[in-house]
């Protein structure tokens, strides 16, 4: 831990000499190769860095966009701006960004199913829906035990069409991104059988926030945007339970986070197990992506000038991530893809 630290902390100083700490967003000034924003705590990280690749900005003006999710039949991605309660569209043949849908109600996370169409999260009415490819809404979920949720927030498929979602309730805390109201469920992780049945798969997590499985779908990533703010792992049993699972990783107190106010968001696994998890709430050296191995330990790190919401691969490769982080969205090439389609 104190090599890391020192590690760095030189890579740090390093970074913020090249770029002076005044970075042109705005793509007009180009950064030098390697891009001094995309770091190797770690030694095992530098494999995965394009070297002449650089950390762009796509759009912004947002006030707080989350959910990216990428749609390989239609060469697109989508995300939400939460509080505006649109759902915006990428188009990366010409960077075209436009309103896709308004009126989302609210949504935060989405995620496509193995039939391509779109699940979205909707904290202003506590609900999961599938857009269908008549462009009628289906929804999934709505209540727990004759308990209405409390504002769904992030969602992955399973191979075996299986849709799990968190349910932390952010979105019922605050007229900002949803409809503020009564939380009647403890928080709590679901999975909706492609029956339609839905089960609590845990309780565990005081804010169950983002989740993704490892390449394979035998474990699932979960994380708590609680006081603990950490990811924990859990073991998938027979495709839709979850064993007692254990703390993977935690991001608060890491770097210069020397209070213990930092954490994670959104996350996502790439082909060799690596979790990519948003990063965010401290400030420069903190603010972005931070990359941990599949035993957990943290090998790189992406700085952004904003808070890290959320993130996915995407691109006909999948060799892209997608950044989503306060009021704007970001992109980077990378030397790996992600593990799943979306």
Not at 104 to 118: A, K, L, M, V, Y
Request: charged letters at 20%; glycine letters at 12%; proline letters at 5%.
């Amino acid at each position: 831990m104190i090599t890391s630290r020192r590690r760095f902390l030189t890579t740090l100083a390093t970074s913020a000499a090249a770029s002076s700490l005044a970075r042109d967003w705005t793509g007009q000034i180009p950064e030098r190769y390697p891009d001094p924003d995309v770091i190797a705590l770690e030694p095992a990280f530098s494999k995965y860095i394009q070297g002449n690749s650089p950390l762009r900005r796509l759009h912004t003006g947002m006030l707080w966009a989350e959910g990216p999710a990428w749609n390989g039949t239609g060469n697109y991605l989508v995300w939400s701006d939460i509080p505006n309660n649109a759902q915006m569209r990428y188009l990366p043949e010409d960077g075209h960004v436009s309103v896709m849908r308004n009126n989302s109600g609210n949504s935060n996370g989405n995620t496509f199913d193995w039939q391509g169409r779109q699940i979205s999260c909707e904290h202003a009415n506590r609900r999961v829906v599938r857009y269908e490819l008549n462009g009628k809404i289906t929804v999934l979920a709505s209540e727990f035990e004759g308990k209405p949720l409390n504002a769904p927030n992030d969602a992955v498929v399973h191979p075996d069409g299986g849709v799990w979602f968190t349910d932390p309730g952010y979105g019922s805390m605050m007229d900002y991104e949803g409809n503020k109201g009564e939380l009647q469920l403890k928080e709590a992780v679901y999975r909706i059988d492609p029956s339609g049945q839905i089960s609590k798969v845990t309780e565990t997590e005081a804010k169950p926030n983002g989740l993704c499985f490892n390449p394979d779908y035998t474990k699932l990533y979960v994380v708590d945007t609680g006081d603990a703010k950490h990811i924990r792992v859990y073991d998938v049993i027979d495709g839709v339970k979850l064993n007692q699972g254990k703390e993977f990783a935690v991001n608060k107190g890491a770097l210069t986070d020397k209070d213990g106010k930092g954490g994670s968001d959104g996350v996502r696994c790439d082909v060799d197990g690596n979790v990519w998890a948003s990063a965010g709430w401290i400030g420069d050296g903190f603010d972005g992506v931070h990359i941990f191995s599949p035993e957990g330990q943290r090998i790189g790190l992406i700085k952004l000038p904003e808070t890290g919401s959320n993130l996915c691969f995407g691109g006909p490769k999948r060799n892209r991530l997608f950044i989503t982080a306060s009021q704007s969205l970001f992109s980077l090439y990378l030397n790996t893809t992600g593990a799943h389609f979306c």
